[in-house]
C-alpha cells in the first residue's frame, strides 16, 4: 500500500523559492474627499497611496515570509481606494492583475445609481491606470446581464484567488453589509480564512493622516508552498526554465529507479520460482539421493529463499518511500514548464536564405490558460500560479505583435522541431508510439512463446509412459517448464503493465493523430481568437496526458 493515504496533503518545501503571493484588494468608493479644494483632496490622496505602498513592503515582516515571495495585487479599478491600491502597488514595484466585470469601454462607461461611474478626468486616469507598467493582465471575469451580480462574481473571484487581504476604508464605515460592497468582500474573506488586513484611515484637523491596520490571521490559513521535491530554490528569474530542468532531471532519475526495482521485484520471484522447481524435479527425478544431490537442492533452496527475500524487502521499500510520487510530481511538474515555456520568452529558430538563424524572441503575452482549466494537483496550485504571473510579466512588452508570428513560431517550436534535446511534440509521439508499440509487440510474443512452450511441455511430459518408463530426467526439465513458464509469461505482462506501454501506446496514437489534424488548423488559422482557441486546445490535450497518467502513477500499486 501507499505510504500514505490518497487524500492526505503531501508535504511540503521549506526551500525560498519564488512564488506568487496574490494580494486581492477591495476598498470603499468615497475616500470622503468631496467638498475638499482639488490640491488638497490629491494631498490626501497621495497620502493613501504613500501609506498602502509602505503596508505592501512590509508584507514580509508582517507575515514574516521568506524573500522569495513576492507580491502580486488584485483588485478592480473603480474610482476611490481601487485607484489608491493601483497607485501603490506602482509606488511598491508590485506586480497587478486587474479584473473587470465588464469589458473596459462599458466599465469605465458604466452608469449607477446616481450617475456615471467615472466623470472625464477620472476616466482618464483609470486609461493611465490600465496601462500602468506594473499592471500585467486586465481580465474580464463575469459574462452576467445584470449590473450587480457582475460586481458580485468579480469580487468573489478576487477574493478566491488571493492568499491574503487588504481592505481600505475610511475610519467608523466598517459597518453595514452593502451587496458587492467592501464589508461583505471583508467578512467572505473571514469566513474563508484567508489572512486579512484589514486598513483604516483618518484625516486629524492638521491634515494629518491617521492610519489603523487591524490584522485577522487564522491559524489554518494556507499561504503558497511547493511540494517538498522541491528542495532546490527556484529563482525568479528563468523560473520556467530552472523547474523544467530539475523536474526533468528527477523525473528521470525517479523513472529509472521504479523501473530498475520494479523488475528486481518481479525477476526476484521468477527466479525463485525457477530454483523451487528445479529442487522439486531434481529430488523427484533421481532417486539416488546422493550428498552431492542433497547439497544441490539446499544449494538451490538457500538461493530461493534470498531472492525471496530480496523480492519483498524490494517491494516494500518501493510501495513505502515517497519515489513513485515525486516521480509522478516531478514529471507533471516538467511538462507544466515546457508549456509555459513554449509561449515565453527564448530562442527561435528560423530560416533565412536557405539557413538556420537563431534569434530571440519576446514571448506570446497571454493568460495560461490550459494550467487552470485542467484539474491540476491542490499542491500545484502555487506553482501554476506562479509561473502564470511570471509569463504575463515577461512577456508584456510583446502585447499587439503580429499573431501569425506567434502561430508560426508555436507550429514551429512545440509541434515541429526535431532538436534532439527538445524535440517537438510530434516527433516526440512519433518516436514514444514506435517504442511503446515494440515493447508491448515483444511482451505479447514472450507471452505467447512461453504458454506454448508450458502447454508443449505438460503435453509432452503426459505422453511419456505410453512410450518410456527410464526417461526420469526429461520428465524433470518438462515439469520445470511446465511451472516456469507461466510464471515468465506473467512476469512480462506485468512489466509492460507497470510500464503502461499498451495503456501509453493508444494514448500516444490518439495524441498523435490530434496534433497532426491541429497543426493543419493551426496554419490555416485566419483570425488571432481562432488561433489562440486551437492553441489552448493544444495545451490543454498534451497536459490532460501528463495529467491522467499523473493520476494513475501517483496513486498506484505497483508491481
Given at each position: 500500500?501507499?505510504?500514505?493515504?490518497?487524500?492526505?496533503?503531501?508535504?511540503?518545501?521549506?526551500?525560498?523559492?519564488?512564488?506568487?503571493?496574490?494580494?486581492?484588494?477591495?476598498?470603499?468608493?468615497?475616500?470622503?474627499?468631496?467638498?475638499?479644494?482639488?490640491?488638497?483632496?490629491?494631498?490626501?490622496?497621495?497620502?493613501?497611496?504613500?501609506?498602502?505602498?509602505?503596508?505592501?513592503?512590509?508584507?514580509?515582516?508582517?507575515?514574516?515570509?521568506?524573500?522569495?515571495?513576492?507580491?502580486?495585487?488584485?483588485?478592480?479599478?473603480?474610482?476611490?481606494?481601487?485607484?489608491?491600491?493601483?497607485?501603490?502597488?506602482?509606488?511598491?514595484?508590485?506586480?497587478?492583475?486587474?479584473?473587470?466585470?465588464?469589458?473596459?469601454?462599458?466599465?469605465?462607461?458604466?452608469?449607477?445609481?446616481?450617475?456615471?461611474?467615472?466623470?472625464?478626468?477620472?476616466?482618464?486616469?483609470?486609461?493611465?491606470?490600465?496601462?500602468?507598467?506594473?499592471?500585467?493582465?486586465e481580465w474580464v471575469v463575469s459574462n452576467s446581464a445584470d449590473r450587480r451580480t457582475r460586481f458580485r462574481e468579480c469580487?468573489?473571484?478576487?477574493?478566491?484567488?488571493?492568499?491574503?487581504?487588504?481592505?481600505?476604508?475610511?475610519?467608523?464605515?466598517?459597518?453595514?453589509?452593502?451587496?458587492?460592497?467592501?464589508?461583505?468582500?471583508?467578512?467572505?474573506?473571514?469566513?474563508?480564512?484567508?489572512?486579512?488586513?484589514?486598513?483604516?484611515?483618518?484625516?486629524?484637523?492638521?491634515?494629518?493622516?491617521?492610519?489603523?491596520?487591524?490584522?485577522?490571521?487564522?491559524?489554518?490559513?494556507?499561504?503558497?508552498?511547493?511540494?517538498?521535491?522541491?528542495?532546490?530554490?527556484?529563482?525568479?528569474?528563468?523560473?520556467?526554465?530552472?523547474?523544467?530542468?530539475?523536474?526533468?532531471?528527477?523525473?528521470?532519475?525517479?523513472?529509472?529507479?521504479?523501473?530498475?526495482?520494479?523488475?528486481?521485484?518481479?525477476?526476484?520471484?521468477?527466479?525463485?520460482?525457477?530454483?523451487?522447481?528445479?529442487?522439486?524435479?531434481?529430488?523427484?527425478?533421481?532417486?539416488?539421493?546422493?550428498?552431492?544431490?542433497?547439497?544441490?537442492?539446499?544449494?538451490?533452496?538457500?538461493?530461493?529463499?534470498?531472492?525471496?527475500?530480496?523480492g519483498w524487502w524490494t517491494h516494500r521499500t518501493l510501495h513505502h518511500d515517497e519515489n513513485t510520487h515525486q516521480w509522478?510530481?516531478?514529471?507533471?511538474?516538467?511538462?507544466?514548464?515546457?508549456?509555459?515555456?513554449?509561449?515565453?520568452?527564448?530562442?527561435?529558430?528560423?530560416?533565412?536564405?536557405?539557413?538556420?538563424?537563431?534569434?530571440?524572441?519576446?514571448?506570446?503575452?497571454?493568460?495560461?490558460?490550459?494550467?487552470?482549466?485542467?484539474?491540476?494537483?491542490?499542491?500545484?496550485?502555487?506553482?501554476?500560479?506562479?509561473?502564470?504571473?511570471?509569463?504575463?510579466?515577461?512577456?508584456?512588452?510583446?502585447?499587439?505583435?503580429?499573431?501569425?508570428?506567434?502561430?508560426?513560431?508555436?507550429?514551429?517550436?512545440?509541434?515541429?522541431?526535431?532538436?534532439?534535446?527538445?524535440?517537438?511534440?510530434?516527433?516526440?509521439?512519433?518516436?514514444?508510439?514506435?517504442?511503446?508499440?515494440?515493447?508491448?509487440?515483444?511482451?505479447?510474443?514472450?507471452?505467447?512463446?512461453?504458454?506454448?512452450?508450458?502447454?508443449?511441455?505438460?503435453?509432452?511430459?503426459?505422453?511419456?509412459?505410453?512410450?518410456?518408463?527410464?526417461?526420469?530426467?526429461?520428465?524433470?526439465?518438462?515439469?520445470?517448464?511446465?511451472?516456469?513458464?507461466?510464471?515468465?509469461?506473467?512476469?512480462?505482462?506485468?512489466?509492460?503493465?507497470?510500464?503502461?506501454?499498451?495503456?501509453?501506446?493508444?494514448?500516444?496514437?490518439?495524441?498523435?493523430?490530434?496534433?497532426?489534424?491541429?497543426?493543419?488548423?493551426?496554419?490555416?488559422?485566419?483570425?488571432?481568437?481562432?488561433?489562440?482557441?486551437?492553441?489552448?486546445?493544444?495545451?490543454?490535450?498534451?497536459?490532460?496526458?501528463?495529467?491522467?497518467?499523473?493520476?494513475?502513477?501517483?496513486?498506484?500499486?505497483?508491481?
Amino acid at each position: 500500500m501507499s505510504s500514505h493515504a490518497e487524500n492526505e496533503s503531501p508535504p511540503l518545501s521549506n526551500a525560498p523559492h519564488a512564488l506568487a503571493l496574490h494580494v486581492g484588494f477591495a476598498g470603499a468608493r468615497d475616500l470622503g474627499f468631496q467638498g475638499l479644494p482639488e490640491a488638497m483632496a490629491d494631498a490626501r490622496f497621495q497620502m493613501l497611496v504613500d501609506q498602502l505602498a509602505e503596508t505592501l513592503r512590509g508584507l514580509h515582516q508582517r507575515l514574516g515570509l521568506h524573500a522569495g515571495y513576492f507580491p502580486v495585487g488584485l483588485s478592480q479599478l473603480a474610482i476611490g481606494a481601487d485607484s489608491v491600491f493601483a497607485d501603490a502597488c506602482g509606488k511598491a514595484g508590485v506586480l497587478q492583475r486587474v479584473l473587470l466585470p465588464q469589458p473596459r469601454d462599458g466599465f469605465l462607461d458604466g452608469m449607477g445609481s446616481t450617475g456615471p461611474d467615472f466623470d472625464a478626468r477620472q476616466k482618464k486616469a483609470a486609461i493611465d491606470r490600465f496601462e500602468a507598467p506594473h499592471v500585467i493582465q486586465e481580465w474580464v471575469v463575469s459574462n452576467s446581464a445584470d449590473r450587480r451580480t457582475r460586481f458580485r462574481e468579480c469580487s468573489f473571484e478576487i477574493l478566491r484567488l488571493s492568499d491574503v487581504v487588504i481592505t481600505l476604508q475610511p475610519k467608523g464605515t466598517a459597518t453595514g453589509n452593502k451587496p458587492g460592497g467592501t464589508n461583505e468582500f471583508l467578512a467572505a474573506a473571514l469566513r474563508h480564512r484567508k489572512i486579512v488586513l484589514e486598513c483604516e484611515f483618518a484625516f486629524d484637523a492638521s491634515g494629518e493622516l491617521q492610519w489603523w491596520v487591524t490584522e485577522h490571521k487564522p491559524k489554518d490559513a494556507v499561504l503558497p508552498q511547493l511540494p517538498a521535491l522541491f528542495d532546490q530554490p527556484l529563482p525568479r528569474a528563468g523560473f520556467a526554465q530552472h523547474l523544467k530542468t530539475f523536474a526533468s532531471r528527477r523525473a528521470g532519475e525517479l523513472k529509472r529507479s521504479f523501473e530498475r526495482r520494479m523488475r528486481v521485484v518481479i525477476w526476484a520471484h521468477v527466479g525463485a520460482t525457477a530454483l523451487a522447481s528445479a529442487a522439486l524435479a531434481l529430488s523427484s527425478a533421481l532417486p539416488d539421493k546422493s550428498p552431492p544431490l542433497l547439497l544441490t537442492v539446499s544449494v538451490l533452496l538457500v538461493a530461493e529463499l534470498l531472492l525471496l527475500a530480496w523480492g519483498w524487502w524490494t517491494h516494500r521499500t518501493l510501495h513505502h518511500d515517497e519515489n513513485t510520487h515525486q516521480w509522478a510530481t516531478a514529471r507533471l511538474a516538467a511538462e507544466i514548464a515546457r508549456s509555459a515555456q513554449t509561449l515565453g520568452p527564448g530562442i527561435d529558430i528560423v530560416e533565412l536564405g536557405g539557413q538556420k538563424i537563431e534569434q530571440s524572441f519576446a514571448g506570446q503575452h497571454t493568460y495560461l490558460k490550459a494550467l487552470f482549466d485542467l484539474p491540476m494537483p491542490a499542491d500545484f496550485r502555487a506553482l501554476t500560479r506562479t509561473l502564470n504571473v511570471l509569463h504575463l510579466e515577461a512577456t508584456l512588452p510583446n502585447k499587439g505583435v503580429d499573431w501569425t508570428a506567434l502561430r508560426d513560431r508555436y507550429v514551429r517550436q512545440r509541434l515541429d522541431t526535431e532538436e534532439a534535446q527538445n524535440p517537438g511534440q510530434i516527433p516526440y509521439f512519433t518516436e514514444e508510439l514506435r517504442i511503446a508499440k515494440e515493447v508491448v509487440i515483444r511482451s505479447h510474443r514472450t507471452f505467447n512463446g512461453a504458454v506454448a512452450t508450458a502447454i508443449l511441455a505438460t503435453a509432452i511430459k503426459l505422453a511419456l509412459p505410453l512410450f518410456a518408463t527410464k526417461l526420469s530426467p526429461l520428465a524433470a526439465v518438462l515439469s520445470w517448464l511446465a511451472i516456469v513458464m507461466p510464471v515468465l509469461a506473467v512476469a512480462v505482462m506485468s512489466i509492460s503493465a507497470n510500464l503502461d506501454k499498451e495503456a501509453r501506446a493508444n494514448t500516444y496514437a490518439d495524441v498523435l493523430e490530434f496534433l497532426k489534424q491541429q497543426r493543419t488548423l493551426l496554419l490555416n488559422a485566419e483570425t488571432e481568437p481562432e488561433f489562440l482557441r486551437l492553441q489552448a486546445e493544444c495545451e490543454i490535450k498534451l497536459l490532460s496526458e501528463t495529467l491522467h497518467w499523473y493520476y494513475r502513477r501517483r496513486f498506484a500499486n505497483p508491481a
